[in-house]
């Protein structure tokens, strides 16, 4: 009887064991999510970023408060902290060197590093942290670091388990295409929301499309525009920290019956806001536990348009061009049954349109200006030479180059095939080659005006030097 009472009590204790991994295998698969948001405001005056070129607004004052919030996932071994700022954008210069300091304050032997997503709301009425409209001052800089390092930490710190539910929003006649005005595009608002396994809402994350310029190009305020109002309202109503990212606006407008202002803006934001409310309230959240997943690639982009490169040699662009060609990152996450794809720029909405269609037009949120600030990004087929936001942009192939990187981690997330790439490798090639000749013609020209300059101030000097030799006329 004794072989038996052991093996007997050997069995119970292998299944009480395989019970206990079982247990721990499944809270390793359990999302956790935590949120926080901290002050970015400007302590004094700064120049304001976002309308016309060069230092004209300076600020004179504060309108509202603007945050950085962020938003932490774990799942498994594998975290992403999601960051949006009241901002106009940010190079990717400066998100790898918020990534560095994070780096360096994570305790040896602890939890890895998360991956960061930093994208900004694009604000037109916050300060210049490009550099084209006056520049930053270092101090505000570090400021603003410590701000994300301090949010992303609490974040980090405030995670628990979470469910999440989704809903995609209809927004009608709130919005304009300035690049076609005769264009309607159907605008819609998709949000996720995070909510603790035992209650309470974690965080809300809204994406919409359209420009945060109703305060207007007259304005000396600080303030985040409409996004401000929207996520104050949103998380006065539920609670929580809600978070806002800026999607397909490149050419997109918002339209407001009450003009321009900050009244306009509230009614704007707020009325987004009560839409997302109201449809959040009736979403349930997705069945079982969400899953998290997410990928990068970096990707090598032609500069072909030679203001950008002009700009760049003079230290005016911010990202420095090395043989005609610039270095970004795309991302592509995978929430439940939610898909964020993250572009380094600005996308037109014919962009965000044909990422929705090829993934998945009810569950795809599109994130601009994230990890970097590239211009516009601008399908090949929808090129004009002579248009506003294609002299702003890299060529006629980066926002093909970069909506299909975008969009094949996306498929890949889904387990499906990738796209047939809209660039082939001649093409592409050839756009290489043109880029490394222009970038060597813009330096030829910049030394042959300075040396014009050169000689036509020594040949000042040298004049100048006769007369005083000359003797005095009689008169």
Do not use: C
């Amino acid at each position: 009887m004794v072989p038996m009472k052991r093996i007997a009590l050997a069995a119970v204790g292998a299944l009480l064991l395989l019970a206990a991994q079982a247990g721990a295998a499944a809270a390793q698969q359990e999302l956790l999510a935590g949120a926080a948001r901290r002050p970015i405001t400007p302590e004094g005056r700064v120049w304001l970023a976002g309308h016309g070129l060069g230092p004209f607004r300076r600020s004179r004052g504060v309108a509202h408060e603007l945050y950085v919030r962020a938003l932490a996932l774990t799942q498994g071994e594998r975290t992403l902290v999601l960051v949006s700022a009241d901002l106009l954008g940010l190079f990717r210069e400066e998100v790898r060197a918020i990534e560095t300091l994070l780096a360096a304050r994570r305790p040896r032997g602890g939890e890895s590093i998360p991956a960061v997503i930093l994208a900004a709301t694009h604000t037109h009425s916050g300060p210049d942290t490009l550099g084209f409209w006056g520049g930053w001052d270092r101090a505000e800089r570090d400021r603003f670091r410590e701000q994300v390092l301090a949010a992303i930490e609490e974040a980090l710190a405030a995670r628990r388990p979470a469910t999440l539910s989704r809903a995609v929003i209809r927004v009608p006649t709130r919005t304009r295409n300035r690049r076609d005005p005769a264009r309607r595009d159907e605008q819609y608002a998709v949000a996720l929301r995070l909510q603790g396994r035992e209650g309470g809402v974690l965080a809300t994350l809204v994406g919409f499309a359209a420009h945060p310029t109703l305060l207007g190009s007259d304005n000396r305020l600080i303030g985040p525009d409409f996004p401000g109002y929207l996520v104050a309202r949103i998380e006065a109503r539920s609670g929580g920290v809600a978070l806002y990212v800026t999607g397909a606006a490149g050419d997109i407008a918002p339209l407001s019956p009450q003009g321009r202002g900050d009244e306009a803006a509230r009614i704007y934001g707020e009325t987004l806001a009560d839409l997302v409310e109201a449809a959040l309230s009736v979403a349930r959240p997705d069945p079982g536990v969400p899953g998290l997943d997410f990928r990068r690639r970096e990707i090598e982009l032609p500069v072909t348009n030679w203001p950008v490169l002009l700009a760049s040699e003079l230290g005016l662009a911010g990202r420095r061009i090395a043989g005609g060609t610039i270095e970004a990152e795309v991302w592509a996450v995978r929430l439940g049954e939610a898909y964020l794809l993250a572009l380094p720029g600005e996308p037109l909405a014919g962009t965000g349109r044909h990422l929705r269609q090829g993934l998945d037009p009810a569950t795809t949120v599109v994130i601009g200006l994230a990890n970097d600030a590239l211009g516009y990004l601008i399908a090949r087929d929808e090129w004009r030479p002579q248009g506003y936001e294609d002299r702003l942009a890299l060529s006629p192939l980066a926002g093909d180059l970069v909506t299909d990187a975008a969009l094949a981690l996306g498929l890949e997330l889904a387990g499906r095939p990738p796209p047939a790439p809209r660039t082939d490798a001649a093409d592409l090639a050839r756009a290489m080659r043109v880029a490394r000749q222009l970038q060597t013609a813009v330096r030829l020209a910049i030394m042959a005006a300075l040396l014009t300059v050169l000689l036509g101030m020594a040949a000042i000097v040298a004049t100048a030097r006769s007369a005083r030799r000359a003797p005095a006329g009689d008169g």
